[in-house]
């Protein structure tokens, strides 16, 4: 087996993420510098990780998700995550993670939407 | 009788054979989408605690049977360092290795039934049902 890198495609000052397959340790790894690198590049200052074909999230994948999120802000860039499904959120709720602080939308155009408010246009 | 399938845990990809299997037996027996993602994630936090902290050992799935009510056993054996204080690994928070110490105590409130035993230098096994409702 091989890991995949997850697409990062830039929308104006946006970057959009939609994370389409069940996610490894590496490729969520490599999603994490992939994501740090292409905010350098684009001088991006907002970005949105879609999560809606996520089935599962568990204590890894939340780790390497809150901190993206911190690093990205570190850089200047606010996240929203969107389209955390109802049985994500119960599990993660139950694994004591709270994601507390991080922005979150139903889904991607709301959480585009978001995005503009919180950055001011 | 239960029948049971196992995955030998020795790379991160095993992690996620485990983890999928895990599903589709839960599939299988008719465990709704809320419990199917606790499953799988119990299994996907057991399974890593043994890459990890043992670095080998093995996953094994059983389907049960008691008296008609159907439910699903995970078995996470390793032959590694074993846990020093149970007590204190199933804290909330609690991690040796700068993880989020969410693994033990999560599934134990993912799942119904929840049993460590570990001993030092020898190895742990730590067994987690959930029932059908
Ligand atoms: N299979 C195991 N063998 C040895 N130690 C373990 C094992 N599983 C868990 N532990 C210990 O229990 C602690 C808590 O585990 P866990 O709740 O999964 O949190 P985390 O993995 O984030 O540290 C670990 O940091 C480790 O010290
Ligand atoms: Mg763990």
């Known amino acids: 087996m091989k890991s995949v890198r997850i697409p990062i495609l830039k929308l104006y000052n946006c970057l959009l993420v939609s994370i389409q397959w069940e996610l490894d340790d590496q490729t969520a790894l490599q999603f994490q510098e992939d994501l740090l690198h292409k905010i350098h590049e684009t001088n991006a200052n907002g970005v949105v990780i879609d999560l809606t074909s996520i089935d599962f999230i568990d204590s890894f994948i939340a780790?390497?998700?809150?901190?993206?999120i911190n690093m990205s802000k570190l850089m200047g860039a606010k996240v929203v995550i969107t389209g955390i499904q109802p049985a994500v959120a119960i599990t993660?709720?139950?694994?004591?993670?709270?994601?507390?602080?991080v922005l979150t939308s139903l889904d991607l155009e709301k959480g585009l939407e978001k995005l503009k408010q919180e950055l001011g246009e | 009788m239960d029948i049971q399938s196992c995955v030998n845990i020795q790379t991160e990809w095993d992690i996620v054979a485990a983890r999928q299997l895990g599903r589709n037996v839960a599939k299988e027996l008719g465990f709704g989408v809320v419990d199917q993602a606790r499953i799988t994630t119990a299994i996907s936090e057991l399974a890593r605690n043994i890459f990890i902290y043992a670095h080998k050992g093995r996953v094994c799935i059983e389907k049960m049977n008691d008296k008609g009510h159907?439910?699903?056993?995970?078995i996470a054996v390793d032959?590694?360092?074993?846990?020093?204080?149970?007590?204190l690994a199933m804290e909330d928070g609690y991690s040796t290795s700068g993880g989020l110490g969410a693994g033990l105590p999560g599934v134990k409130r993912l799942m119904d039934e929840f049993q460590i035993v570990s001993s030092q230098g020898k190895g742990t096994e730590i067994t987690a049902v959930k029932w059908i409702r």
């Open chain 1, 92 to 101: 993660l709720i139950e694994l004591g993670i709270s994601l507390n602080d």
């Open chain 2, 79 to 87: 032959s590694g360092p074993g846990i020093n204080d149970i007590r």
């Open chain 1, 63 to 68: 780790k390497v998700l809150g901190d993206v």
């Open chain 2, 70 to 74: 159907a439910g699903l056993r995970i």
